[in-house]
């Protein structure tokens, strides 16, 4: 089989397009096709060895959709997706045209969305479920989730609304803020010089309830922007990973620091998020990622770099299909 491997780490350099044998399913383990298979930041942060449980050779890549071709009979010709912690980092991933995963750790794929939308769910849907679930939001809560047209942004808001939360959405793009307006989300413009604390009390007179900031820019701000016992979620924070904020304005409020990484939740925990959540995709109530960019295997080394240098977009890998 085609699969993007890597033997060391410490430069996306080392990833190869190659030749691998096809993996042989063991006991409780099915092969599956892979038809799609998102890239996300954390595959190229996992090539340049900044995650210390990855092992090498290694073929990554955490998120899939694709067809069950060998394992127990009553499972062959399913269409499935998934993701994973252990997926691409302690074991072969998703970046080849197939995969060896445990029976109990896919979803089965609703017939409504694409498979290319099914692997640009994993790490997007997994992100925002832990963020809506761990910050408490219930009916009524008050939202804002700054970089709401970002993949976890927009799975976030529709978590939240799904819940009956008052969401607010924070855009650094006119024309996204205008096509989430459009479905009904209430959206506020920022910028480089916007002012959370000014753009929240506008919409929500007491402050926030949760904040998640996607973009991990705005932390520090948010903090002054929430209600009492309000909770702020982060999960990314750009440059050496340290930010300034205050602590004193913090506990003035009772308020909540939670982090969410969705490296903490295997296959089988992702697997059992996705079967709760498969049903509102079914039905649309929940919408699979729309604006897909999507790219042969062999494209994806200079994908890899590209994504590393800023550039923007969901970007879908497809195996079996030639450039």
Known sequence: MK????????????????????????????????LAAGLNK???????????????PRVPGRDFAGIVEDGPKE????????TGKEIGFTQNGSHAQYLCVQKDCFSIKPPSISFEQAA?????FITAYFAIENTRVSANTKVVVIGAS???????????????????????????????????????????????KSVVLEHFKEGADVIFDTTGMWIA???????NQGRLSCIVVPG???VNLSIRDLYRVAG?????????????????????????????????????DTYALSEAPELYQALRKGKKGKFILLPHTNP
């Open 3 to 34: 699969a993007i491997e890597f033997k060391e780490t410490g430069n996306l350099n080392h990833l190869q397009l190659c030749d691998l044998q096809t993996p042989k399913p063991q006991a409780n383990e099915v092969l599956i096709k892979v």
């Open 42 to 56: 954390s595959d190229t942060t996992n090539v340049l060895g900044l995650f210390p449980y990855t092992t090498v």
């Open 75 to 82: 499972l062959i010709g399913l269409e499935v997706f998934g």
């Open 120 to 124: 640009a769910c994993g790490v997007p």
């Open 150 to 196: 970002g993949s976890v942004g927009f799975a976030a808001i529709q978590l939240a609304r799904q819940k009956g939360a008052q969401v607010l959405c924070l855009i650094r793009d006119e024309l996204k803020a205008r096509q989430l307006q459009q479905k009904g989300y209430t959206t506020q413009l920022i910028n480089e010089t916007s002012t959370i």
């Open 221 to 227: 701000q948010s903090v002054h922007a929430l209600a």
């Open 240 to 242: 050496d990973g340290n």
């Open 256 to 292: 909540e620091i939670i982090g969410v990484n969705s490296l903490l939740y295997s296959a089988k925990a992702c697997a059992k998020v996705f079967d709760l959540l498969g049903p509102s995709f079914a039905n649309a109530s929940l919408i699979a990622p729309e604006t897909l």
